[in-house]
């Protein structure tokens, strides 16, 4: 969860990306110092759909989530794709509700899977 990265373009010197990232790894969202990781276990996929289906655990909250829009590359066993969850499904949200009432419940991530060695 350290590694997050902001892929819009909306800072400045006052808002900087680096101030966003440092408020995302905080309790009122991923609270990344008692959760470092979330992971992907997948269950099952249709290659003629595109997609993957699996669990999601993010802060210690699991649930089952499909990746849309995958590419499969057969010579290594990867696959990219977009997964889109709901960030209230992880209890990813501020503790005041005016507050989280501005933010978009979903939360996109391109995501790359790799086979277990």
Known sequence: MGSIT???????EENTSEQLIGHLATADFFDVANNPT???EI?????T???VMGNLTVRGKTNAETVSNVVFDEATGAATG?????RQNYEVA???????MVLSDDIELTISLMPAM
């Open 82 to 86: 977009v997964l889109t969850f709901n």
């Open 49 to 51: 759909a595109g997609t």
């Open 38 to 40: 979330a992971s992907f």
């Open 6 to 12: 902001p892929t819009d373009s909306n800072y400045s």
């Open 94 to 100: 501020y503790a005041a509700t005016m507050k989280d």
């Open 43 to 47: 269950t099952g996929s249709d290659m």
